[in-house]
Nanobody
């Protein structure tokens, strides 16, 4: 299984970015797909996730109303549209996947990870 995250960069506060995560080697439509992030000196934290099947979405409270997670099963790609970015959103963003039946917010159970993409939001 390979996950390739991309789309990070430097943006001013209030700006937007769209992250992508291209997956291969797994049945994408049957996988739970999630985004985590990790800021310097902090633990990795759940950002957003999308279930398999009907694609129910789940968000951390700190991104609700600003970020949107989506998936394109035909392209085996996960997305994270990030709007109204804040300096505190600065982190390395990781995509992860696994064959769970639900979206798990704890990063430890996930077996498949992308390499991370850095998002820097300047004030």
């Amino acid at each position: 299984v390979q996950l390739q995250a991309s789309g990070g960069g430097l943006v001013q506060a209030g700006g937007c970015l769209r992250l992508s995560c291209a997956a291969s080697g797994l049945t994408f439509s049957s996988a739970v797909m999630v985004w985590f992030r990790q800021a310097p000196g902090k633990e990795r934290e759940f950002v957003a996730g999308i279930s398999r099947g009907i694609g129910s979405t789940y968000y951390a409270d700190f991104v609700k109303g600003r970020f949107t997670v989506s998936r394109d099963n035909a392209k085996n790609t996960l997305y994270l549209q990030m709007n109204s970015l804040k300096p505190e959103d600065t982190a390395v963003y990781f995509c992860a996947a696994d064959r769970f039946s639900i979206v798990v917010r704890n990063p430890k159970p996930y077996n498949y990870w992308g390499q991370g993409t850095l998002v820097t939001v300047s004030s």
